[in-house]
């Protein structure tokens, strides 16, 4: 039996394209009806065939949905929460797949009284948007987050885990909290720090702006894949997930101003000690399916 009989699907972005793609795939008896706030990307998917239905508002999306999936930049969550609200019946369930879970949690559960709130994130992504970029398998062997309020009815989070599974997801149930430390340091931090050393070197007067680009694959290149992501989801995600982010920064710069002694001073084994270390983690994340050894990352 299908763990929900018909989904909505609001923000039909990146995450909420391959999401309706992959329940198109996995679970096509799902009813599923989409929808966005942006008309052009409306458009879109009723040109690609994404959805069932797609309804012009949020709230109209929803109505007899069992499952419902927010695919909008975290700093919106409130906004569709106001929106969907009045047109959810109590055995709803109203998850999500913002990149940060403890003010999501807050914000859905503040605003969606009497529904079965479950928040959840796919921890699978690439630097594009719009729903052109959307794919079927961007789940497949990615772990997907789910970290229910603490008095969640348990069926309800386990058909939940059970529809990321039937997409080729494997589930891990965590803390709201944990959560927002645990992908600090996986993905918000190397963000941050993408961003920062593109917007360095963009601002370089030594070396040309030619000259970066021309000599990008010595790692550069690497570094511009992440700082291409969206600007507004990240915006959101820094300012949503601001203590993790900073007290995580702390450490690192901490880190940083070491490496930067043992370079003044000379001091080659502790460089080449951390560098041995670090490839050590690059194998794991290789050996446990995470990554390919491929040299463009198998992207
Ligand atoms: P995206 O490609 O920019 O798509 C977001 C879509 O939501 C856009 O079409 C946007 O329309 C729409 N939207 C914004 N506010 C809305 C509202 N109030 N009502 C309805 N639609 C609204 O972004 P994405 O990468 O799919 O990210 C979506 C969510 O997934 C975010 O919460 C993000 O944290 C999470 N996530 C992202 C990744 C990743 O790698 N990208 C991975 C895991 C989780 P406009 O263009 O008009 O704003």
Not at 10 to 37: C, K, T, W
Not at 99 to 123: D, N, Q, T, W, Y
Not at 183 to 200: D, N, W
Not at 226 to 241: C, E, G, K
């Amino acid at each position: 039996m299908l763990p929900f009989a018909r989904v909505a699907i609001i923000g039909m972005g990146l995450i909420g394209s391959s999401l309706a793609r992959a329940v198109r795939a996995a679970m096509p008896s799902v009813q599923l009806v989409v929808s966005d706030a942006d008309a052009a990307v409306r458009e879109r998917v009723i040109q690609l065939g994404l959805a069932d239905d797609v309804a012009d508002g949020a709230g109209a999306a929803v109505v007899d949905a069992d499952l419902v999936i927010l695919c909008v930049p975290v700093g919106a969550m409130a906004a569709v929460a106001a929106e969907i609200a009045p047109e959810l019946s109590p055995d709803t369930v109203v998850s999500d797949v913002g990149s940060v879970k403890e003010s999501v949690a807050r914000v859905l559960g503040e605003g969606l009284p009497g529904v079965h709130v479950i928040p959840a994130h796919p921890v699978a992504g690439t630097e594009k948007s719009g729903p052109d970029a959307g794919f079927a398998s961007l789940f497949k062997g990615r772990w997907c987050i789910i970290t229910p309020p603490p008095r969640a009815d348990a069926t309800m989070v386990e058909r939940l885990a059970e529809f990321w599974r039937r997409l080729g997801a494997k589930v891990d149930l965590m803390d709201a909290a944990h959560h927002d430390r645990v992908l600090a340091v996986t993905s918000h931090l190397p963000h941050l720090i993408a961003y920062s050393i593109v917007g360095t070197a963009s601002d370089l007067e030594a070396v040309t702006r030619g000259e970066v680009i021309k000599y990008s694959a010595g790692g550069f290149r690497d570094f511009t894949r992440i700082a291409a992501s969206d600007p507004v989801m990240w915006r959101d995600v820094f300012l949503n997930n601001r203590e993790a982010v900073l007290e995580l920064l702390g450490r690192f710069t901490e880190d940083l101003v070491a490496l930067q002694r043992a370079i003044r001073w000379g001091e080659g084994e502790t460089l080449e000690a951390l560098f041995t270390r670090t490839r050590a983690i690059r194998r794991s994340i290789i050996d446990e399916g995470q990554d390919t050894e491929k040299a463009d990352f198998g992207r």
